[in-house]
């Protein structure tokens, strides 16, 4: 066969292929991909497919606000709720047993509510006989349940136990308040019901003639059938006859429904409408939240059990080339990993390749997906005050939120007073025959610096508007007496005035004030101190004491110094040179640190401690009154062995300096040496 050579120089012919026309490409996008162009366009080059995700709008678009639950029965089939608002409220006890946050926000908002309560209008008598009423029935406690239950659940039912008073006490009533009433029953207790066990029949949601029903649990069911105490007995005598036959051959597992009285029955709610027979707890929205960080919480702890789980790798041993495998050795070595100290042990030799990936545990245990579920918890609760997002804000923001936080718990508070509070005071006035009622109210929740009104408050009290007890419970309470108050204040302000209390240390005059009335100015008492006076006939005066002010002292001269005449104060002869006193003031440091030289010389030490150190500064002050300026430093050891008075003369001319320019002893010891003589005082 004839084989053509190949030219290796010459490269393979290409058969020649036809070009293919290029289409332009653009992008698709999502919302015209549907369309009838883009489609047609496709189906001559390929098949297609249609995203109807584009053109299809949803018809769940709501689906999980439509699929949240309503604690209400408001319509029949499928439109039912699959949970009860004894569900909610059951549902928001156990968060608040079981969680922190849920608990710390009920009773940080229950704590800033409950404070003390204060009257104001109405008589002495009714404002003290309501005051003694709350304390017996221990109304502190009352609130820190009322607002405990208002926050949890929303929904608060109070009964009323009353207690009947005796003839001799209706009696004493009657002649105080003017009653004409025989009998006369004063509440002694205020129990909160459990929601759960409350409810509602006979009427629609918007009617006000509702009936409530309580459930009466197993505990509550043998106590009313077999009642121990006079309260179980009291009780049980309040029902009616159908009831007690009902509780008395009812078996233990059932459950017993007794009607409440209307009388003594009380409902507050949380933010209810006319339509909602209950209302819908304030924590209610966040328990989906609150479960859903429980189950991150439980994720993550069985994370860690499982991680101790590790896989221990030991490979033993080399090529055969090197040494090989000894047997033995693998054998020593898996016994020895047989304690269970670690989880599995895997032994093998050096052909053995396995590595066991460990999941990344800080990832999974990263507390980063615990910030949504917190952040929603904190803004469904209004925590504003423990949330996780507050550390590094600024003070200003704090503060407007501490602001917003006692505007919510001031409706709660308003709540309590005029839902509650006032309507029973208005009842018991009204059964007890009172003219007028006492408005109770709450003393006023303070967080805010009020240095303001705290320096108003004094300078008030120093102008005499405010008694010392209404000085103090401004302070206190932030509260100014009414007028009715502040007239009894300061009537017996001013007795009180008259007997010598409440007088002012500093400003006052002593004849002014009535506790002194057997004072008397030291010359008449001691007729030789008088100094001769050109009118001698004439006789001292009784000193007539005068009713005390509340404001200034009297002026003029003091009754009973009529015949005493008038000394005229002469001007300042003595003048102080500057610069005398500088020198003097350089000098008494100088000896301070003498005497001390001194003190430790005699007592061989080193250093000083800081009494003795005062006692040098003493020793100081008493050779400055005693000594001239030259004579200081001669005179140290002297008056270290004995430090007293040795000049009396002089120590008395530095006393009058110090009474005089109202100095100290050492100050006015300096004066003293440092006075210009004047031609007038050489001559003397």
């Known amino acids: ?222 106590r009313i059938r077999n009642p121990k105490t006079d309260e179980d007995k009291q009780i049980y005598n309040s029902l009616d006859p159908t009831t007690k036959k009902s509780i008395k051959q009812a078996p233990l597992s059932s459950s017993v429904i007794i009607e409440l009285d209307a009388k003594r029955f009380h409902a507050v709610f949380y933010k209810k409408q006319d339509y909602e027979p209950y209302s819908v707890p304030m924590g209610y929205p966040v328990l989906e939240d609150i479960n859903h960080k429980a189950e991150l919480k439980k994720m993550d702890m069985a994370i860690t059990r499982t991680v101790q789980q590790a896989i221990l790798l030991v490979t033993m041993g080399a090529e055969p080339e090197k040494g090989g495998i000894n047997q033995e050795n693998l054998l020593k070595m898996q016994a020895l990993f047989e304690n269970q100290s670690v989880g599995r042990v895997l032994i093998a030799d050096y052909t053995t390749k396995a590595e066991f990936v460990i999941p990344q545990v800080r990832d999974i245990l990263d507390p980063k997906k615990y910030d949504v579920v917190n952040t929603d918890i904190n803004a469904g609760l209004n925590n504003m005050l423990t949330g996780v997002d507050t550390g590094g804000e600024k003070f200003a923001n704090i503060s407007s939120k501490v602001e917003v936080f006692i505007a919510r718990l001031r409706q709660a508070r308003k709540t309590f007073l005029n839902d509650f509070l006032i309507p029973e005071v208005k009842r018991i006035s009204k059964e007890l025959g009172f003219k007028n009622y006492p408005t109770p109210k709450l003393k006023e929740i303070m967080l805010r610096d009020n240095t303001e009104k705290y320096r108003v408050y004094t300078r008030m009290a120093e102008l005499g508007l405010l008694t010392p007890e209404e000085l103090f419970e401004a302070l206190d309470s932030n ?72 404001t200034s002292p009297n002026v003029g001269r003091p009754p009973g110094t009529e015949g005493i005449p008038q000394e005229r104060k002469k001007a300042a002869a003595q003048h102080y040179s500057f610069e005398s006193v500088k020198s003097n003031i350089i000098k008494s440091q100088e000896l301070e640190k003498d005497i001390e030289k001194e003190l430790r010389k005699i007592h061989k030490k080193k250093r000083l401690t800081n009494q003795q150190k005062e006692i040098a500064k003493t020793i100081g002050c008493i050779i400055l009154a005693n000594e001239s300026p030259e004579n200081w430093k001669e005179s140290i050891a002297e008056y270290c062995k004995k430090p007293i008075d040795q000049n009396k003369d002089q120590v008395s001319r530095i006393e009058d300096i110090a009474v005089k320019h109202q100095l100290d002893t050492f100050l006015a010891s300096i004066l003293f040496h440092s006075v210009i003589e004047s031609k007038e005082n050489k001559n003397e």
Not at 511 to 529: F, G, R, S, Y
Not at 537 to 548: E, G, M, Y
């Open 479 to 550: 509260r100014l007496p009414n007028k009715e108050d502040s007239m009894d204040s300061q009537k017996r302000y001013i007795g009180d005035r008259d007997e010598g209390l409440y007088f002012p240390l500093v400003g006052g005059s002593p004849i002014e004030n009535p506790a002194m009335e057997e004072w008397v100015p030291q010359e008449i008492a001691h007729p030789e101190l008088q100094k001769p006076v050109t009118s001698p006939n004439t006789a001292p005066n009784k000193a007539t004491p005068k009713k005390s002010q509340t």
């Open 1 to 222: 066969m004839n084989e053509k050579k190949e030219n290796p120089k010459s490269a393979p012919k290409k058969r020649a292929s036809r070009a293919k026309k290029q289409t332009p490409s653009e992008p698709l996008m999502t919302s015209s991909a549907s369309t009838y162009d883009n489609v047609a366009m496709a189906s001559s080059v390929t098949s297609f497919r249609r995203n109807k995700a584009g053109s299809i709008e949803r018809t769940d678009k709501f689906t999980n606000i439509e699929n949240g639950l309503i604690p209400f029965k408001t319509t029949t089939g499928s439109g039912q709720s699959g949970i009860s608002i004894r569900d909610a409220v059951i549902l928001c006890q156990k968060a608040y047993y079981n969680f922190s946050i849920f608990r710390n926000t009920i009773d940080l908002m229950t704590e800033f509510s409950t404070s003390e309560i204060y009257f104001e209008g109405g008589s002495k008598k009714s404002q003290n006989f309501f005051e003694s009423l709350f304390k017996k029935t221990n109304v502190w406690d009352l609130q820190d349940r009322f607002f405990r239950e208002y926050y949890r659940s929303g929904n608060v039912f109070l009964y009323r136990f009353d207690a009947k008073l005796k003839p001799s006490d209706v009696k004493k009533i009657s002649q105080t308040f003017g009653g004409k009433t025989s009998t006369v029953e004063i509440p002694y207790r205020y129990v909160i019901l459990n929601p759960a066990d409350i409810q509602i029949a006979g009427s629609l949601n918007f009617s006000q003639a509702r009936k409530y029903h309580k459930v009466l649990t197993d505990y509550e069911l043998e």
